[in-house]
C-alpha cells in the first residue's frame, strides 16, 4: 500500500506564474488535508476535502489559493499569480473514511515551492 | 485562536536524554501528537496521548501530558545521532470533530558524540 504520494516534489515558478500541486492520498483514504510550511515555521492549516467537496478552507488565502479533490485523480492545490511570499513547503495528508476524532492524518513528502 | 508554543533548539550529547517541551492553549483538544521531520522529508508521526492520559511510553519515548498547565513533553531516551531532526508538537483543535491539526514552529534538536 504506497503511502501519501505528491509530485512534483520541487517546482519553481517566476512570479505571476500558475503552480498546480497534486495529492494522490493513500489507497482507501477520502479525506484529504493541506498545510503550508514557511520556512522555520511550523505546518499552517490550509484546507480539509472529501472527495468531491472542500469541508473546511478557512486557513487558506481568499484570493489566488483554490482545491479540488474530485471524484478521480487526485487533490490538486492550485496557486494563480504567484508571488515570492508563496515559496514553502506544501504538504498534504490523507485518514481514512471513519472521520471519528483523533484518526490518524498521514503526511506525503511534500511539494516545495520556490518563486523566483 | 489556538496557538502552541515551543522552543527553538535543542542540544544533547549522544546517550543522553533529550526532553523537548510544548505548551498549547486549547483546554479541549483531544489527542496531542509529536511528529518528527528529517531533513527534506514529510512529517512522520512518533506518537500520540489522549487527552485523559498523563504518560504514555513507546520504547524510547515518553510523553507527559499536563492538562491543568497546558504542558506536553517528549523525552527520548539514549538519544542517538540518527534521532537528529525537527520535532513538532501538534494539537488536534477542538472544533469540528475532524483532525485539524494545529503545530508548534518545531524544535531543531542536534545530537553530537
Known amino acids: 500500500n504506497a503511502g501519501v504520494m505528491q509530485n512534483p516534489r520541487h517546482l519553481v515558478r517566476r512570479r505571476g506564474q500558475e503552480a498546480r500541486l497534486r495529492c494522490s492520498p493513500m489507497k482507501g483514504h477520502s479525506h484529504v488535508y493541506w498545510y503550508r510550511q514557511l520556512p522555520e515555521e511550523g505546518l499552517k492549516f490550509m484546507v480539509y476535502l472529501q472527495k468531491e467537496n472542500i469541508i473546511d478552507e478557512s486557513g487558506m488565502p481568499k484570493e489566488r489559493f483554490s482545491a479540488e479533490f474530485p471524484k478521480e485523480g487526485p487533490s490538486i492545490l492550485r496557486i494563480q499569480q504567484v508571488v515570492r511570499g508563496d515559496s514553502a513547503a506544501y504538504f498534504c495528508?490523507?485518514?481514512?473514511?471513519?472521520?471519528?476524532?483523533?484518526?490518524?492524518?498521514?503526511f506525503g513528502p511534500g511539494t516545495r515551492l520556490t518563486v523566483l | 485562536g489556538e496557538d502552541v508554543e515551543q522552543s527553538l533548539f535543542l542540544s544533547v550529547r549522544e546517550g543522553d536524554s533529550s526532553v523537548i517541551n510544548c505548551t498549547y492553549t486549547d483546554s479541549s483538544s483531544t489527542y496531542l501528537y509529536w511528529y518528527k521531520q528529517e531533513p527534506g522529508a514529510g512529517l512522520q508521526l512518533l506518537t500520540y496521548?489522549?487527552?485523559?492520559?498523563d504518560m504514555k511510553q513507546d520504547q524510547r519515548l515518553t510523553v507527559l501530558l499536563n492538562k491543568k498547565d497546558k504542558h506536553l513533553s517528549l523525552r527520548i531516551a539514549d538519544t542517538q545521532t540518527g534521532d537528529s531532526a525537527i520535532y513538532f508538537c501538534a494539537v488536534l483543535s477542538g472544533t469540528g470533530g475532524y483532525n485539524k491539526l494545529i503545530f508548534g514552529a518545531g524544535t531543531r534538536l542536534a545530537v553530537h558524540p
Open positions: 495528508a490523507s485518514s481514512p473514511p471513519r472521520t471519528g476524532v483523533g484518526n490518524e492524518q498521514f
Open positions: 496521548i489522549f487527552s485523559n492520559m
